[in-house]
């Protein structure tokens, strides 16, 4: 039996095609992926993501816990209000999750991990803190809705109370204001602006029926993922895993290497894949042609050109590069990908990805592909 | 319930078939399928006079997340094809079995339209799909 937010009535009365992930009945879209895409780009439209799971880090050590666990450096938030991107690493430098750390108050942090990896990550959490004495509780008792676009900010503080919506108003990129268990951080996973709120489980349904009063559209996961895709967002399990370094999934600038007496947890491994230098990277496609390049697509340097594999014919079952995310940008009317592939493959102009039966083109560019609501690669 | 119209045939692999009653045959995917796929951007049809046996790859329908293959429900050669859809896929998922039709073929043995499903057996492979 899967597990259900407390927003599910909503989605069902919505029309919601529900499908399991990680355990949650969530809706994957309520119509149409594309429309509900477009709404965010061009409007607003809001996430019931109540399956990702805020964690609360409590205690005199909860700092210096922070500053052990996590790649980047919790010393960047210290004044309460703020928060920070990171990734957890395993000893070999590989990523357990990523996840965004909230400083709340004195001695209290709050992450908000995957849903997938949820019981992991409080596994290693818990055997981490004992060193510590800091206190790791998983909030079942919190929900979280996302309501992202360029009108998001302004429709969502209008259902929030008139201290928490000033509060919220008034915060810059990546803070957060808190008022007892509602929080508004302007974060989000879409390239879009907005506000990830934080609330009680017992007030989300109501919290989310009236955002939708408010005009705010239910948009699935479906368009979530297209939305982070567009925007240059690695997703956990697709873009990196425990078998990745942060380096490999374009994520070297969240690893704050700078302190030499901060021993976070990977930093030993990634020192040495640093002098070895990093073999993988993560680099953005575009088709410009028709056809959809799919998640796990062989990926291989065009026969012809210079390089390791230049010039000869290569197998899709021999290929080095590996689509990790592909799919159809709606923004874009074509299909784009991340795809990790050999270092030196990063500096050619194109790569060749293997769609259904055969080899296409495909343009290498910097993600993000699109941000703001505009397109940030050449067409 | 999905729709599933009582004067069509059907295939196991959910695509519908209409008699035209000339000899030739509509043939499109259905309510079921077009919604367990998605919202389509791509559909790739075959050309005029293209000869194909039960069973083949006739054409592709691709959307956001995922890529169908298209069967011939029998043998037949390729007389129409819905040209609309080259600029709006979007149509198979506004109209399955209207203007979200894929292409007209010719039917060279007509018994073989009796092999296909009726409505309600084709129900009951919509139900067994969804359990």
Known sequence: MAKQTPIYDHHVASGAKLVNFAGWDMPINYGSQIEEHKVVREAAGMFDVSHMRPVDIEGANARDFLRRVLANDVAKIDEPGRALYSCMLNARGGVVDDLIVYHLAENWYRVVVNAAT????????????????????????????????????????????????????????????????????????????????????????????????????????????????????????????????????????????????????????????????????????????????????????????????????????????????????????????????????????ALEVWIRDRWHAARVVKPPFVREGKIRISL | MSDIPKELSYAKTHEWVGNDGDGTITVGISEYAQSSLGDLVFVELPAMGDKFSAGDVVAVVESVKAASDIYAPVDGEIVEINEALSDSPERVNEDPFGEGWLFKMTVNEPEHLENLLDADAYQAVVEEEQD
């Open chain 1, 118 to 349: 949820t019981e992991k990550d409080m596994a290693w959490l818990k055997s981490q803190a004992e060193d510590f004495g800091v206190e790791v509780t998983a909030r079942e008792d919190l929900a979280i809705i996302a309501v992202q676009g360029p009108n998001a900010r302004e429709l969502a503080a209008g259902v929030l109370g008139e201290s928490l919506a000033e509060a919220a108003m008034a915060l810059s990129r990546f803070r957060a204001a808190a008022e007892g268990d509602w929080s508004v951080g302007r974060t989000g996973y879409t390239g879009e602006d907005g506000f990830e709120i934080v609330l009680p489980a017992a007030s989300a349904a109501e919290c989310w029926k009236a955002l939708l009063e408010a005009g705010v559209q239910p948009v699935g996961l479906g368009a979530r993922d297209t939305l982070r895709l567009e925007a240059g967002l690695n997703l956990y399990g697709h873009d990196m895993n425990e078998d990745t370094t942060p380096g490999e999934s374009n994520l070297g600038w969240t690893v704050a290497m700078n302190d030499e007496d901060r021993h976070f947890v990977g930093r030993e491994a990634l020192l040495m894949a640093q002098e070895s230098g990093h073999s993988r990277r993560l680099v953005g496609l575009v088709l410009d042609g028709r056809g959809v390049i799919r998640d796990g697509a062989p990926v291989r340097e065009r026969p012809g050109d210079e390089g390791e594999d230049g010039g000869r014919e290569v197998d899709p079952d021999e290929a080095e590069g590996q689509v990790t995310s592909g799919s159809f940008a709606p923004t874009l009317s074509r299909s784009i990908a991340l795809a990790r592939v050999p270092a030196d493959w990063a500096e050619q102009d």
